[in-house]
């Protein structure tokens, strides 16, 4: 089949399936059977059709460009198969709606990286003026296959459990946590297809983000995942935490977003594109113009994939040169020839570069787009949001924190790698670490069942950033989609037990594993996913496997940056915090003796419909990190995704001298995987084993080990107290700048028009007085207005308003007539 | 359709209110409904003819290439040098601003259907004359009539603030009316002093637009001390209206203060038409006669807008009445488009020309739903309220629309507007100005990035303080003001539950939710405002060429002034072709 003609179809339907759900449940929801019932069944109907058109799209990929062991070790190696030339035009060729490119791995002998496969192209036009294009498009590669196909299916199971979970809304609520004046607690209708309607949207706009084609339309679903997240964590929201935790965390991620507006202005204005691939544009006489993506300009082929500052950054950095060449060219007769003065800046592009001028400009606009990933996926210091959106019901929760939201962030990180420099992927990676150290250790105290997952998300999100600022590329996205298994089972097995207990509270929980088996079982599968628990060196759960990634790629940094070693230390720390908070989670929950006996016996498993879920997600949280004998796997699969150019060493910062970025390739093999292999396997094992001494077996009380660590537990507690810092340091000093602003306004600015009006009377009372006295009845033209104007402040007091009417008219008219005399007397005379 | 030529057609949209004023006022003794009746028969037919020319307008290329449509003149004053004639037009500058016009006051009408019940008549043609003089502005071609019409919008709106406001009505009344007409008597200074300057030179006393446009261009107003600085003179005269109007910050405490005290109608019309008469005005005279002067004000107008962006965002961020925070949150939008025109970019420029739709529509859906708040509850207090979603979900849904499409969610209309504004900008501010300017543009372009996260704040912050939380009962005013007596009227057949104004109950008090006429007011708005986030260049394209037009001069000298030294390809594409690639 043809690629370049059937994914973008199939994509794009598996894109739209959640958006017509969403429409048919906006505009019929309610009628959609009793209570709305069958809203779910639309939805989830939606998402399978989804699923079934990714898996399509997957095996029309597969079927062209084949997954194979030796992409495994990437680097030079590979390009067996694929289309010859790196610009084979993708079919239909240019023109609205349908144009398309297709790049295909080529041959990589001679000059530079290998071109991994990939189709590029627009659907749909928005607004296109003087070299802006915002539109609809599509950029698809092996990762964005994998991303459908691991959201839709993610989002399937969500959605089915789902239908189980929110059953209460089906009927009239009583809400025990809304408390009214009388007293009472809120009885409101449920608000079944609602739910579903968002939870449609959502994927309806994480799709859109996975397929974008440039970086307008990213930011376009961005926003638009933003607020479907505000609707569902905002779901109760006569709750006043859930409406709060909703604002917050759009709010929150509107910060990060002003970050990446920044740097998307800052491409935008110095490479005027925003789109990821080549494309050949029409001009105005209808000939075809080449128009090289934000890739190729940073990566050009003529370098060999490696990274460059485009010329665009570096004449604007080199303003004054310029300005100098537009002096010189003038001076020589050139006159104001534009394309003299254009091509001696182009020959003297090279020579700027050179003295690195631009290099921060690239700087800034890989920060500011990092920054809108930082609000996104909750990274230090935007990831307050996260924790609150726990205020959701428990399947947002699962989604938010697993294939949507959060994943969108890591996800535009990874497919905007190219154009990172080692100064950002440095940033990238200081943040990461500092993240996922901060949410390990809130975790470790936490007593809410959600609220420990939910810093474990921000904790493993961190992994992830620091993955791929320490050159873990596919290390990093393999975490990703790992994560994304495990932690939606993890989070969809804590909802099951919440809907047993109706508590999220662990301490009031324990011993459930008698009564909800297949939670309990299923959960289990999930902390050891995370904790990366394996046999090492033979075979282990999916999370093995990514985060032995990591954990090697950080060691092949720290040795080849011997400065910068403690990056290392933070994930091997993080990965020993993570098995004992997880553990902690799990012995708390369902080991040992019921602490609440009225919980526990009231508690049961869940329904069927909520439980086959768990199963599947189990398993794939086992399995998804494998790789087949042939060499079929994610990893492999996102290998074949790599950024031309990004799987060598990339040396070099201005900001961070000496800055070395690995090759992932060789994290894989020898010493270095050995090493990390090991210290994953002892930090995990005494994570796990510290968890049971304290919440197992009870051979160190906790509260004990809290009491011994007052000071440090009670900063824990309060989570560093980030919230009342921000609080502290952000939103009250804005607030009373407010409300400063706001009593100047009224004071002093409104203040002095009165004034100036109050002046304007008395001068006019003043102007009549001499009227009468003085001047007696002679009117020149001058006083005339301003007698008029007087006249009509002094008839406003009296409040006779009627005359204004009259005014106007006499005045226009009395002007035109000055005019035409003034005319007359001037010229006419 | 075809029956009659688009300038009969345009001169029937603009009388139809006229008519329609005079047969609400005749209706009078008939009782309220059929003043109602009548107003409302008048703004449907008028938005209809109205409707029908905006789509004759748009099949026309002489339009959409640039050029005047529908255009009318009728010799007025035509006694010896005089060329004085009354021109009537439509182009691509006022097109959209002609058509949001009628569909205002529509709006206007729906929403006053209960709110007004003192004087109806009165009120009701006050506003078909308001009607008939917002078409009129937009649908001048010639400066007389242009300003007629322009001071004529302020009059029948001082009386609705003025009679039907709420309790400080007359100093809202009096400051809004002489705040403005002082202003825009300077104005008509600068008109005149053009009109006269054109006429030195080409020797016909001609106030139409275009041959004032023509002439001013052949024969620039000096800008320099020989002459006089006269150009420059009269951009600050026009500058001292439109600035006024707009209104650029700090000529805008007339704004809040009339807002509040006006009846919802005629914030409806104030907001959604009324504030953009001053950057119609920029862009119909200051940029396209006064190129030079443009250029050289550019670069504060530009820092104003961006400062007015935060400026109203924070005063925003902390009021306690909900409709001045939604009149302070039109100060600040109104800063993007302030700053999207002098940008002088086309993307900026073609940003804030579709802006001033988009907050048209926005802005007006916000303070008719914030009349409807208050007809329900009696206060516009943000701490009184809360949780009204529970008893006015439909009321709630169409608040969050308009909020989205307020703070700039992709897929409404808001969107396109800003992210182009901020293009341009940031274009202008990477390329466009010499290296002196470059930080400071770089600065107040990101400011303007930062409004966009105080404009979440204020607006997601009130949206959940009014509606979300546990339901609760805001106090009620006995002191017999007008709007109780709406709700009185409103427990009629369309009156889901008359629990609601009942005795205290348990549970939420279920509130009417949105009778015929809100949603009537309100459906359109919010289809528009679907329409322009789904297919912007339905509505940029029409316009583009006029707009363009009217600030390619003042950017070219813009450009000659600064001497921006880049020569990014992509730029040089831009500025040469200066037209669509499509």
Not at chain 1, 117 to 131: F, I, K, M, R
Not at chain 2, 89 to 115: E, H, P, R
Not at chain 2, 525 to 550: D, E, K, M, T
Request: proline letters at 5%; hydrophobic letters at 55%.
């Amino acid at each position: 089949m043809d690629a370049a003609a059937t994914l973008p179809l199939l994509l794009g339907l598996a894109w739209l399936a959640p958006l017509v759900s969403f429409v048919a449940i906006l505009f019929y929801g309610p009628r959609m059977g009793p209570h709305g019932r069958n809203a779910a069944t639309v939805a989830t109907a939606a998402i399978v059709t989804s699923l079934v058109l990714s898996l399509l799209a997957a095996g029309v990929w597969l079927g062209n460009h084949p997954v194979t062991a030796a992409v495994a070790h990437g680097g030079g190696d590979h390009g067996a198969t694929g289309i010859p030339g790196a610009d084979s035009p993708g079919g239909q060729g240019p023109g609205h709606g349908g144009e398309g490119h297709a790049v295909g791995e080529h041959a990589s002998g001679g000059h530079g990286a290998p071109v991994p496969p990939s189709y590029s192209g627009d659907w749909y036009t928005l607004y296109e003026a003087g070299g802006l294009t915002l539109s609809i498009g599509w950029w698809i590669d092996a990762l964005t296959v994998m991303m459908f196909v691991v959201v839709t299916l993610i989002a399937t199971c969500i959605h089915v459990y789902a239908s189980g979970y929110m059953h209460d809304e089906l009927h009239d609520v009583t809400d025990h946590e809304v408390h009214l004046a009388d007293g009472s607690h809120l009885h409101r209708p449920g608000r079944f297809p609602r739910f579903f309607q968002a939870l449609s949207l959502f994927c309806f706009s994480m799709l859109g983000i996975v397929i974008a084609g440039n970086l307008a339309m990213v930011f376009i679903f961005w926003e638009l995942v933003g607020i479907c997240s505000w609707f569902l964590i905002g779901f109760y929201y006569e709750r006043q935490s859930a409406s709060n935790a909703a604002n917050k965390a759009f709010i929150v991620n509107r910060v990060g977003d002003f970050g990446m507006l920044i740097g998307l202005m800052a491409l935008w204005g110095a490479l005027g594109t925003l789109h990821f691939g080549d494309r050949t544009v029409v001009d105005a006489s209808g000939a075809p113009v080449a128009r090289p993506g934000l890739f190729s300009l940073v990566r050009p082929a003529s370098t060999g994939h490696a990274l460059e500052v485009p010329a665009g950054m570096v004449e604007f950095a080199a303003a004054d040169e310029v300005a100098a060449v537009v002096r010189t060219t003038a001076a020589q007769g050139g006159g104001a020839d534009p394309g003299a003065v254009a091509a001696t800046v182009a020959s003297r592009v090279d020579d700027w570069r050179a003295r690195g001028l631009g290099r921060w400009l690239l700087f800034i606009a890989g920060v500011g787009i990092f920054c809108g990933c930082v609000g996104k996926s909750a990274q230090f210091p935007l990831f307050v949001w996260l924790p609150d959106a726990m205020e959701g019901p428990t399947p947002v929760s699962a989604l938010v924190h697993s294939a949507t939201m959060v994943a969108a962030g890591v996800y535009l990180v990874g497919r905007f790698y190219p154009v990172l420099t080692p100064d950002v992927l440095y940033v990238i990676a200081w943040i990461g670490a500092i993240t996922l150290f901060i949410a390990a250790t809130i975790a470790l105290v936490a007593n809410d069942i959600k609220r420990v997952l939910a810093y474990s998300t921000v904790s493993q999100l961190g992994y992830m950033m620091l993955a791929l600022g320490v050159g873990g590329w596919a290390a990093g996205l393999f975490h990703l989609v790992t994560h994304a298994f495990f932690k939606s089972l993890l989070f969809l097995c804590s909802g099951s037990v919440i809907h047993a207990c109706h508590t999220n509270d662990m301490r009031k929980m324990g011993g459930l594993a008698k009564v909800m088996p297949w939670t309990a079982g299923t959960m289990l599968v999930g902390c050891l996913a995370i904790i990366g628990a394996g046999i090492p060196f033979v075979i282990g759960t999916s999370g093995y496997y990514s985060k032995d990634a990591i954990l090697a790629q950080a060691l092949a940094f720290a040795n080849a940056n011997p400065g910068r070693g403690w990056l290392f230390g933070a994930v091997a720390g993080g990965a020993f915090l993570t098995a004992f908070y997880m553990f902690r989670l799990w012995f708390m929950t369902f080991a040992g003796e019921p602490r609440d006996h009225h919980i526990a016996e009231h508690a049961h498993e869940s329904p069927p419909v909520m439980v086959r879920p768990l199963v599947v997600l189990a398993v794939l949280a086992v399995v998804a990190g494998w790789t087949l004998p042939g060499g079929f796997g994610l990893a492999n699969l996102i290998e074949q995704a790599r950024p031309a150019g990004t799987g060598g060493m990339e040396q070099g910062g201005f900001l961070f001298s000496g800055l070395v970025v690995p090759p992932e390739h060789e994290s894989h093999e020898g010493a270095v995987h050995v090493t990390a292999t090991l210290t994953a396997f002892a930090t995990a094992a005494a994570g796990v084993l510290l968890a049971a001494v304290m919440y197992l077996w009870g051979w160190v009380s906790p509260h004990v080990v809290a009491g011994a660590l007052r000071p440090a537990y009670e900063f824990l507690a309060h989570r560093w107290y980030f919230d009342e810092l921000y609080h502290a340091i952000f939103v009250a000093p804005v607030l009373a700048v407010s409300a400063l602003v706001s009593g100047a306004d009224r004071g002093i600015i409104d203040r002095i028009i009165d004034g100036l009006a109050w002046s304007a009377r008395c001068l006019a009372g003043f102007d009549a007085w001499i009227d009468k006295w003085v001047v007696d009845g002679l009117v020149n033209a001058t006083a005339d207005v301003t007698w008029n104007a007087g006249l009509e402040l002094k008839k406003f007091q009296t409040g006779r308003l009627r005359q204004y009417v009259t005014f106007i008219a006499l005045g226009t008219v009395a002007l035109f007539v000055l005019l035409s005399f003034l005319y007359r007397s001037t010229f006419a005379g | 359709m075809n029956g009659f030529s688009p300038a009969t057609h345009l001169i029937l949209a603009i009388l139809g209110p006229l008519v329609g004023a005079a047969v609400a006022w005749g209706m009078a003794p008939r009782g309220i409904h059929a003043v109602r009746q009548s107003a409302l028969v008048t703004a449907l037919v008028t938005l209809g003819i109205v409707g029908l020319l905006v789509l004759r307008g748009l099949a026309d290329p002489v339009l959409t290439g640039g050029g005047a449509f529908a255009v009318s003149s009728v010799p007025w004053l035509t006694d010896g040098p005089f060329a004085v004639r009354l021109s009537l037009g439509l182009d691509g500058l006022s097109l959209w601003m002609f058509g949001l016009s009628a569909l205002l006051t529509l709006t206007a009408v729906l929403v006053s259907w209960k709110a007004i019940q003192d004087k109806p008549a009165a009120f009701y043609m006050l506003l078909l004359v308001l009607e008939a003089a917002m078409l009129g502005v937009f649908a001048a071609r010639d400066v007389i009539l242009f300003y007629v019409c322009f001071e004529f919008t302020l009059v029948p709106l001082f009386f609705l603030i003025g009679i039907w406001g709420h309790d400080d009505r007359r100093r809202a009344a009096v400051k809004f009316f002489l705040y403005t007409l002082a202003g825009s008597v300077l104005s008509f200074v600068g008109l005149v002093t053009i009109v006269i300057w054109n006429a030195s030179h080409s020797g016909v006393l001609t106030f139409d637009i275009a041959e004032l446009t023509a002439g001013v261009r052949a024969h620039p107003l000096p800008m320099d001390a020989a002459g006089g600085w006269l150009q420059w003179l009269v951009f600050l005269a026009l500058l001292a209206g439109f600035a006024v109007k707009v209104p650029i910050v700090p000529f805008h405490t007339w704004l809040p203060l009339a807002h509040v005290e006006a009846p919802t109608g005629g914030s409806v019309d104030l907001a959604g038409v009324l504030l953009k008469l001053g950057i119609y005005g920029f862009l119909r005279f200051s940029l396209p006669m006064l190129p030079e002067a443009s250029a050289v004000a550019a670069p504060w107008l530009f820092a104003l807008g961006a400062v007015g962006i935060v400026y109203g965002a924070l005063v925003a961020l902390v009021q306690t009445d909900l409709k001045r925070l939604v009149a302070y949150s039109s100060v600040s939008h109104m800063g993007y488009i302030v700053m999207g025109l002098f940008a002088l970019e086309p993307a900026a420029v073609e940003g804030a020309s579709l802006q001033l739709v988009n907050h048209g529509l926005s802005a007006a859906g916000l303070f008719a739903l914030v009349g409807m708040l208050y007809e329900r509850f009696h206060t516009r207090s943000i701490a009184s309220l809360g949780g009204v979603a529970a008893r006015a979900p439909w009321l709630t849904v169409m608040f969050v629309l308009f909020t989205f499409s307020s703070i700039g969610l992709p897929g409404l209309n808001g969107f396109t507007g800003e992210f182009l504004i901020l293009c341009g900008a940031f274009q202008r501010a990477w390329t466009g100005v010499s290296p002196a300017w470059q930080a400071t543009y770089l600065t107040l372009a990101a400011a303007a990035v930062g409004g966009l996260v105080l404009g979440a704040w204020y607006m997601l912050w009130a949206v959940e303080r009014v509606f979300f939380g546990a339901p609760r009962r805001p106090p009620q005013d006995g002191d017999g003001h007008p709007a109780e007596h709406a709700v009185a009227v409103a427990a009629g057949p369309h009156h889901h539950d008359p629990v609601a104004h009942g005795p205290a109950h348990h549970g939420p008090a279920p509130a009417a939710d949105l009778e015929w006429h809100e949603w009537a007011a309100l459906a359109p708005l919010a289809l528009f405002a679907l329409w322009i986030g789904l297919q912007p260049g339905a509505f940029l394209g029409p316009s583009a060429a006029a707009v363009r037009g009217a600030t390619a001069q003042a950017a070219a000298a813009f450009t000659a002034g600064m001497q921006p030294p880049t020569t990014a390809p992509h730029t040089v594409t831009a500025n040469l072709t200066g037209g669509r690639q499509r």
